[in-house]
């Protein structure tokens, strides 16, 4: 087993934020059966660990000293039908996007809107990936994982996953290493257009097909948001804040034009990206990060950026916005000590 644990691996092209970074202990698996054997690995070294994925949603400290494990779980299959929907499995190392591009050009209906994400289908779970009003984990079945203290693999059912807003309870439990998920889609439609774009976008369509829908979410998405391939970045880089509606009414009454969405009748999500925008930040750029020049929320690495670069930048923007909205953001990404 010792000998599939690589030293001091440079990760810099493994992270979209191509953040400088150094793993003194490494692992890839593409093989389940290799995880009890990490496991023992990590309980005889007492060492810190992390599943990587496509690395588009971490800050990679520069030095990491714990054990990267990388996961490269590959396949998908569907395991079972009715006459309405398909149970479809995809394995945590498949890349996300090529997934979708899969479940459209067969037909089944559900993760459109979720197109062109960066990333691999095992985070998906994880931070309950959402983009023009659908989340994953209104297509999720259940979540296959293996625990690494208790050395077993296990079923992790949709409602014992606690998803919510960009969260969960992966993001609490490290020790579940999510090794394949099962979707539920659909043979038939049903669209999700509340998002203006999209529904502009399809105006006129008739029998929308999945694939004309991701055709459109590809289109928006592409002229808002930066290609991590092209410009190093993570995506939204903090939440949409959730506030009481006393409080967003407040703010709305000073700031008319701020975008808010109902949570429930209690609470709603206002716009990070415009909060900042409206502090004339959208394309910010100090030194060798900045903001995006169409997307106020995107952090951009421009040049060799460390983890401390980003965090100091983005630190800045959170004081500002505090100070003049007195509203809290938190960082999206997930941050990696040193370990
Ligand atoms: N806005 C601005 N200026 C900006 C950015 C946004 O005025 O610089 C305004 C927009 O005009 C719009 C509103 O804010 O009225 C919302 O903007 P947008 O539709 O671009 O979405 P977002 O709230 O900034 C969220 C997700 C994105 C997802 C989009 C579309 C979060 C943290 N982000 O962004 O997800 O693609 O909605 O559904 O929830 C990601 O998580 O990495 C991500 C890209």
């Known amino acids: 087993m010792y000998n599939i644990i690589q030293k001091n691996q440079s990760l810099c092209h493994l992270n979209t934020l191509r953040l400088k970074s150094l793993a003194v202990n490494y692992v890839e698996f593409s093989d389940i059966n290799l995880l009890p054997s990490i496991s023992k690995y990590i309980k005889e070294h007492k060492c810190q660990f992390f599943v990587l994925g496509g690395g588009s949603n971490i800050l990679l400290p520069e030095v990491y000293n714990g054990l990267v494990i990388h996961c490269k779980l590959e396949g998908v299959a569907c395991i079972s039908q009715n006459n ?77 996953c606690h998803f919510q807003y960009r969260n969960s309870i992966f993001k609490k439990m490290p020790n579940l290493i999510v090794v394949a998920v099962v979707f539920q889609l659909l043979k ?49 880089f903090f939440h949409n804040p959730i506030l009481t509606n006393g409080i967003v009414n407040k703010l709305k009454s000073n700031y008319n034009n701020l975008p808010v969405f109902r949570v429930d009748d209690n609470y709603s999500k206002i716009s990070a990206g415009w909060l900042i925008d409206n502090l004339g930040l959208k394309g910010y750029r100090e030194n060798k990060v900045g903001t995006y020049e169409k997307q106020a929320l995107v952090l951009v690495n421009y040049s060799d950026a460390t983890q401390t670069d980003i965090l100091d930048f983005a630190n800045m923007i ?22």
């Open 318 to 339: 959170k004081n500002k916005v505090k100070q003049k909205y007195d509203v809290e953001l938190n960082i999206e990404p997930i941050i990696i000590e040193k370990g």
């Open 188 to 236: 038939e439609p049903i669209l999700n257009l509340e998002y203006v774009d999209v529904a502009k976008c399809m105006t006129g369509v008739t029998n929308v097909t999945p694939v004309e829908l991701r055709n459109c979410v590809i289109k928006i998405r592409q002229a808002k948001l930066p290609d991590p391939a092209i410009i190093a970045n993570v995506g939204s």
């Open 84 to 160: 309405t929907s398909m149970l479809v499995r995809a394995m945590a190392g498949e890349q996300w996007d090529k997934f979708v591009e899969y479940t459209t050009l067969h037909g089944f209906f559900g993760l459109e809107n979720l197109s062109l994400i960066p990333g691999t289908v095992g985070a998906a779970p994880i931070q309950n990936i959402g983009a023009y009003g659908v989340e994953v984990c209104d297509f999720i079945e259940y979540v296959e994982v293996y625990d690494v203290l208790e050395k077993q693999f296990k079923i992790i059912k949709k409602k014992d």
